[in-house]
């Protein structure tokens, strides 16, 4: 039998390319090799790749059904708490909030926009920070946070309180969706991890969903204790994200390696993995870096598809924010009813919740993500275009909600694509880590232009809004072809041209700058 040796390391007794021989002396267990217990680590070791364990008998299905279970429930329930605080400030606009404050509508605006300034800076950091302080420590600790914060937003008294909350809002909740997309490419591969970001982001769509009916729910408290409807909604619900966050302490799971739901075999099998993939199409095993050092950061901010990959996220964020934020005042303004304009809500994004967990699961089983995010943002397109044309005429406010509802279906389900696609194409656990925060944070900025597309002297044809919201599809749409071309011609100038000669140490510290690596399409 043929033993790869990788970095001068022990055979991979286990590797899923061999097959164990009883009779090889040279791999066969013997009565004093420790178990597979004393050699999976205590804590996190970025050196353990898995080596020297038999996990050949490990059943991978009941693995990733048993990780499924355990990790993507929490993680969506977080999500969804982090997109209804962020979002909930639509449904309070309509309760009542800009009255009761006294604000103009370029004042609401503001406070829209500058969540995302203070959102977009923290992102970077506090990626960094996830691994080195531990998902189980960080994530529910930024909850808490933020939780204050918004749980405060209920008792503001004018425009400047609200802004200020706002900002403190965006540097708290800053570290919540980049570092749980990350935290999932922590234990899935390149061709699992769509699903499972459409999995919990699809909360998000659940949260646009729950946070018309709970708006509407929350809203006939208003003059409960002497404060308005609008100001139960921050208030509970604030509550309730810190009453998760103390709950996340105790059921968010660190590393693959020290979880102790799998079995020590089933733990060297998710590390193993992980450490070399990217490589497979080439024929070379080169275990990815998992060892902190500040180039890794300077690669991601030097890396040019990153910056492509921007125009294809304001793509898809820009809609993403403008629809979540404005959804219901767009509603409102077709001549429905304020509760009537929360519940109308519902359909679209419960709709946009299925796809995208569809979409997803076909989008990994294919191996591809540009062809389905072309295709869901040529829908978007569609949507829009249908919104511009039917208010353009006026008077069928049937066909603004169809297009409004055919765009969001297609939001969704392009949101995770795009995000799993670009950590696809990032190697090195920490220039995954600050390259998804970058794209992620940047990208985000997106939502601080959204917030200005729907103006209230627009009202209520909003064709300015719906034409921006259209061009930046289109910018989208552009690179996404740009990336696709330019991998494919890497990818091919790779496979001509082999490794040059270089050890896997030097490709290893390479990342998806190694000629082994290939990028997904």
Excluded at 139 to 146: D, E, H, K, R, T
Aim: neutral net charge; charged residues 15%.
């Amino acid at each position: 039998m043929s033993v790869r040796r990788i970095h001068g390391e022990k055979p991979l007794v286990g590797d899923r390319d061999t097959t164990l021989n009883p009779d090889d002396s040279s791999t066969s267990p013997s009565p004093v090799r420790a178990s597979a217990e004393e050699k999976i680590p205590k804590k996190h070791d970025p050196e353990f790749t898995g080596a020297g364990i038999d996990f050949s008998g490990v059943d991978p299905k009941t693995t990733l059904r048993k990780m499924d279970i355990r990790l993507i429930p929490m993680l969506a329930l977080l999500y969804l708490l982090s997109f209804l605080d962020r979002g909930n400030i639509g449904n309070a606009k309509i309760e009542g909030l800009t009255t009761t404050l006294k604000m103009s509508d370029p004042q609401y605006n503001w406070t829209l926009t500058v969540f995302f300034f203070t959102y977009c800076a923290f992102e970077v950091p506090s990626n960094l920070l996830l691994k080195r302080l531990r998902p189980s420590i960080w994530l529910p600790s930024i909850m808490v946070a933020w939780g204050t914060v918004m749980t405060l937003m209920g008792v503001v008294k004018d425009f400047k309180g609200l802004l200020i909350a706002r900002l403190f809002l965006g540097v708290t909740e800053a570290g919540l969706y980049p570092g749980v997309a990350y935290y999932i490419t922590m234990w899935y591969t390149r061709t699992e991890s769509q699903f499972r970001q459409a999995m919990f982001f699809s909360a998000a769509s659940i949260a646009g969903a729950f946070s018309g009916l709970l708006a509407f729910a929350i809203a006939k408290m208003d003059g409960v204790g002497d404060l308005a409807g609008w100001r139960w909604i921050f208030i509970l619900e604030g509550i309730a994200t810190v009453a998760v966050a103390i709950m996340a302490f105790f059921t968010i799971y660190d590393f693959p390696e020290t979880a102790e739901f799998l079995t020590p075999e089933e733990r060297a099998w998710v590390v193993h993995r992980l450490k070399y993939q990217g490589n497979e199409s080439s024929g070379e095993k080169v275990a990815e870096e998992d060892e902190f050092k500040w180039k890794y950061v300077l690669d991601a901010f030097t890396d040019w598809q990153i910056y492509v990959a921007l125009f294809m996220y304001w793509g898809i964020v820009c809609p993403l924010y403008g629809i979540s934020l404005f959804l219901p005042t767009i509603i409102n303004e077709l001549g429905y009813t304020s509760s009537t304009a929360q519940l109308l809500t519902v359909p679209i994004y419960v709709t946009a919740a299925i796809i995208a967990v569809g979409v997803g699961y076909y989008s990994d089983k294919q191996g591809t993500r540009s062809p389905f995010i072309f295709t869901l943002m040529c829908i978007i397109a569609i949507g829009f275009v249908m919104c511009i044309a039917a208010s353009a005429v006026g008077g069928v406010p049937g066909v603004v909600y169809a297009g409004v509802f055919i765009a969001t279906c297609g939001i969704y389900p392009a949101f995770p694509g795009n995000i799993t696609w670009m950590s696809n194409n990032l190697s090195g656990s920490y220039k995954r880590a600050a390259g998804m925060a970058i794209h992620i944070g940047a990208g985000n900025l997106g939502g601080a232009m959204a917030s200005n597309f729907y103006r209230g002297k627009d009202r209520p044809k909003y064709l300015l809004g719906h034409a921006l919201e259209l061009g930046f599809v289109v910018a989208g749409l552009i690179a996404v072809v740009i990336l696709r071309v330019n991998y494919t011609r890497i990818n091919r100038k790779r496979e001509r041209e082999g490794t040059g000669g270089r050890s896997h140490a030097e490709m290893s510290a390479m990342g998806d700058r190694a000629p082994t690596f290939r990028y997904v399409m």
